[in-house]
């Protein structure tokens, strides 16, 4: 491994990071994650600091570091549901804030970039599914729900502009669910947090 020498003392596991951090210590560490996970199971916890310091994440700008913080903390949660929440919510705030921060689906007058290319038959294009209708979670034009399958997903006026969201490249995603679990983030669509974790737990290792 390229980060400095992993450490065990009174149930806790230490990490330190170098910054910079480059991006072959990053891609080492993710290569790292399962078997971290098998060695803080039970009452093993990890710690993760850099230049011997905890990770400020408020202050943080730098993407990886973040997702340092937050593998972090899902390792230390020790029970399953809580886990599985802690991610839902960590990796939706997450693409909210990439859609909605950057106006990837450019709306302009309540129509979104696919809308305006009739990419889709009617308005809110995403929230229309084939056989199902509009989303009944959609609300004066506003989403009330947390669905992950929905943020996951980008239209092919987006793809077509090289913006799309792939599990594997999410690591919170890619390192901590099966592939079962995987194709239930990914696929189901227009249903409520609590009814994705649920399946997500039938179908935990």
Not at 4 to 22: A, G
Not at 52 to 68: A, C, G, Y
Not at 138 to 167: A, E, N, W, Y
Request: hydrophobic share 30%.
């Amino acid at each position: 491994m390229k980060y400095k020498e992993l450490k065990k003392k009174d149930n806790v596991i230490e990490m330190n990071f170098d910054k910079p951090l480059s991006e072959e210590t990053y891609q080492d560490f993710l290569k790292s994650i399962r078997k971290l996970r098998f060695l803080c199971r039970k009452k093993v916890n990890l710690h993760i600091t850099l230049n011997h310091k905890d990770i400020d994440i408020d202050k943080e700008k730098d993407q990886r570091i973040i997702n340092l913080y937050h593998i972090e903390k899902a390792i230390n949660i020790k029970e399953k549901k809580k886990r599985y929440e802690y991610i839902y919510d960590v990796v939706c705030n997450y693409l909210d804030s990439c859609f909605q921060g950057k106006n990837l689906c450019e709306f302009k007058n309540n129509k979104c970039l696919g809308d305006r290319s009739k990419k889709f038959e009617k308005s809110c294009g995403c929230c229309n599914g084939k056989n199902r209708g509009t989303c009944k979670y959609l609300v004066d034009g506003h989403c009330t729900i947390q669905c992950m399958g929905c943020k996951l997903f980008t239209c092919p006026s987006l793809r077509k502009k090289g913006i799309k969201f792939r599990i594997k490249d999410i690591p919170l995603l890619n390192y901590f669910f099966n592939l079962r679990q995987k194709e239930v983030l990914a696929y189901t669509i227009f249903t409520p947090k609590e009814k994705v974790i649920e399946r997500l737990i039938k179908f935990r290792w």
